[in-house]
């Protein structure tokens, strides 16, 4: 399926998608099955015959193919487009750039500590009302987040860190309030994100063995 397929029919040639259309025997179109009216046995019944290779069946040729592209084209359609997916991928991996010219630094989707900071930004607690800088720290701090022993650096740490995801559209802030909370495009990347990491890289790795 997919292949393109030249069937020559001793005339303009066509093309067809797909290998339910034709079998290829030596340049030119073996078999196709159409249904057909048959007399068999003394009855009349539906079967599927070669088609045959003459200009008089261009016509016939040109609606099979016709309707077997249709078919490739409405499955084509169903299929998950995955540029969206690089292209958020690429963004979270790369320097994100603010409105003065400044650039932050990545995040990694497979470092364990960039996994353990989304999972803490989309936890369940969060999701209602947003979180805070100090919110946040505490969470981080409970879950082994390396950050400073001063608590006082602590507050600019996570500062920083809020700035960078701000940034790179991982989080929102919330107007008229000190809170924050995950954008739907930084849930979508950062969920994507940790089952890279806990999910499809295991598995990648057990089949690759």
Known sequence: MGRLRRIGVRAPVLYCVGAELAQQDGGY??????????RRHGRSVMARV?????VAFLSRYQEIC???NGRYLDALAHV????????????????????DGRTVRPFN??????????EVLMSGEHVLHGFTNRE???????????????????????T???????IHQLIAKIPRSRRWRVSLNGRRVMAAAVK??????????????
């Open 29 to 38: 179109l073996a078999e196709v099955r159409p249904h057909r009216l048959l």
């Open 50 to 54: 070669p088609l045959r290779t003459g």
């Open 66 to 68: 016709g309707q077997c």
């Open 80 to 99: 998950d487009d995955p540029t969206p997916a690089i292209r958020a991928l690429d963004a979270l991996s790369a320097r994100a750039a603010t409105p």
């Open 109 to 118: 989707p497979v470092a364990r500590q960039d996994r353990t900071l989304f």
């Open 136 to 158: 946040l720290r505490e969470h981080l701090v409970r879950v082994g987040f390396p950050l400073a022993a001063a608590a006082a650096k602590q507050s600019g740490q996570v």
């Open 160 to 166: 920083r860190l809020l700035r960078r995801l701000h």
């Open 196 to 209: 890279l990491r806990e999910v499809a890289y295991p598995s990648l790795y057990a089949d690759a063995a």
